[in-house]
């Protein structure tokens, strides 16, 4: 019971740091494989313009397998973390065990869309035989593999929601490493491997995720004593299932909405390949930044949760603050790093055509980066209150009611010739800055409602 002691008697500020250092270097390197792949397939010998472009089509793919995942692990997180805050182990056993199951059931439906949906999915964006064939051929890979990412995205929700936020991270370094190794050998072909260009670095990132998916199971079952494990436990119960998902979907729904968002933009920006892929390249360092505040995101959620389950007004407010504190901090260190070095980051991808509409994106979309993070913040705070409509309405507006129509209206005067692609990046700062108001909103209705009446 000494994690469940941390979790109800260590002072929140210094909590939230020990549990959130860990899962921001996680989420961080989570984005580090999309950088990394990027990064080594921008540098190939040959045909690296159209690799790049195939990743740019298959990234939302790529977004949607990780949102299921992930959100199903929020709810997971939550829920287990608030069972354990009320002592009730039979309940957190039966969470667990549910959550493994509906991996499953993920993972089955991934499979099925990567044998037979991965070539229309491309072939909707984009009338290059060449990016097409590239871009089924990744994906493929990513789909039928995809059982590492599902598996290892639930496993160190379950660590997370114990205090053992350290080992999800030390899971999450093996991949990376494993990945980033494999990369450049099977890209380019070395020793007895032979090259295999943008295949090559879907195997290299499946087999990273797969080698992290392993290593946070053995973790688990060794370090999760709180509550059982077994078999047994994975039998289904729908009220389980519908508590995690009334916490994980809004989680889910967002994360999704990131993905509808790249591809619906991936389609306004169909007129211009070149503006295409920079924005593509941009959303990945953009993620690396946004990553930060969602891993932070993800202390902020099992610790107000376990206050609000043994009903510690004082510590959820504790939470509140020094989560949006440490947030703020965060996106200035980001914002700063993209806006001072954007060039660097260009010579990285080996940009060519797209180098100049990936400098000004970068410019002018990092603006945003301090409100997004607040509005991250802000859903973390609601999924841990049962604040899911909230969460879910935040989404919303950062990722389609205003992004998605103002893109369109910009795109408009860009395609007469009336302006430069510039004007369609700054969308992004206008909505963040929209929705963080709205938040701030649902936070004073929720603080009223939900934590100032607790006994």
């Known amino acids: 019971m000494v994690k469940s002691n941390k979790m109800k008697e260590m002072p929140v500020n210094k909590l939230m740091i020990q549990m959130g250092i860990p899962m921001i270097l996680s989420m961080a390197l989570q984005a580090v494989y999309n950088i990394v792949d ?3 397939v921008g540098n190939m010998r040959s045909g690296s313009e159209a690799a790049l472009n195939a990743l740019t089509l298959v990234f939302p793919v790529q977004m949607l397998m990780v949102a299921i995942g992930i959100g199903t692990g929020v709810g997971t997180n939550a829920l287990l973390a608030r069972t354990l805050g009320q002592g009730n182990t039979k309940k957190a056993a039966k969470v667990a065990g549910n959550s493994l199951f509906l991996g499953i059931i993920i993972y089955v439906i991934c499979l099925l869309f990567g044998i037979l949906g991965v070539k229309a999915y491309i072939s909707s964006q984009t009338v290059d035989p060449e990016v097409i064939s590239r871009g089924t051929s990744y994906l493929r890979i990513c789909c039928v593999i995809s059982f590492g990412i599902i598996f290892f995205s639930l496993f160190e929700k379950l660590l997370q929601a114990t205090g053992h936020s350290l080992y999800s991270t030390i899971g999450q370094v093996v991949g990376a490493v494993v990945n980033i190794i494999l990369d450049p050998i099977m890209i380019y072909g070395i020793g007895p491997v032979p090259e295999m260009g943008i295949e090559g670095a879907a195997y290299a990132t499946v087999i990273g995720q797969v080698a ?3 290593l946070l199971f053995i973790f688990h079952i060794r370090l999760n004593t709180e509550f059982e494990h ?3 436990y994975m039998k289904p119960y729908g009220g389980i299932i519908r508590e995690i998902y009334a916490i994980g979907l809004p989680a889910i729904i967002a994360q999704a909405l990131m993905s509808i968002m790249v591809y619906v933009m991936n389609l306004i920006l169909k007129f211009s390949p070149s503006a295409q892929t ?6 990945k360092v953009q993620q690396f930044v946004l990553f930060l505040a969602f891993g932070l995101r993800d202390a902020i959620t099992p610790i107000i949760a376990f206050s609000y389950g043994m009903h510690s007004k004082k510590r959820i407010q504790d939470g509140i603050k020094y989560g949006l504190i440490y947030t703020i ?7 700063a790093i993209t806006e ?4 660097a980051f260009a010579t990285l991808f080996n940009a060519r055509q797209s180098r100049e509409y990936f400098i ?3 410019r002018i979309i990092s603006i945003s980066f301090i409100f997004a993070g607040i509005n991250v913040a802000y859903q973390g705070i609601y999924q841990a209150l049962n ?3 909230e969460s879910l309405v935040i989404s919303l507006l950062r990722q389609l009611v205003i992004i998605l129509p103002l893109t369109g209206i910009f795109s408009i005067f860009v395609r007469n010739g009336q302006m430069e692609v510039s004007l369609i990046w700054w969308a992004f700062p206008i909505t963040e800055i929209i929705a963080c108001l709205v938040g701030y909103i649902f936070l004073t209705k929720i603080r009223k409602n939900k934590v100032e009446s607790l006994s």
């Open 38 to 40: 990027s990064a080594f």
């Open 212 to 214: 992290s998916a392993v």
């Open 230 to 232: 077994g078999v047994r």
């Open 278 to 283: 920079a924005y593509g390249l941009f959303y």
């Open 329 to 335: 901090l965060l996106m200035i260190v980001g914002m």
């Open 340 to 343: 001072i070095f954007p060039g």
């Open 360 to 362: 000004k994106a970068m």
């Open 387 to 389: 604040g899911g409509v």
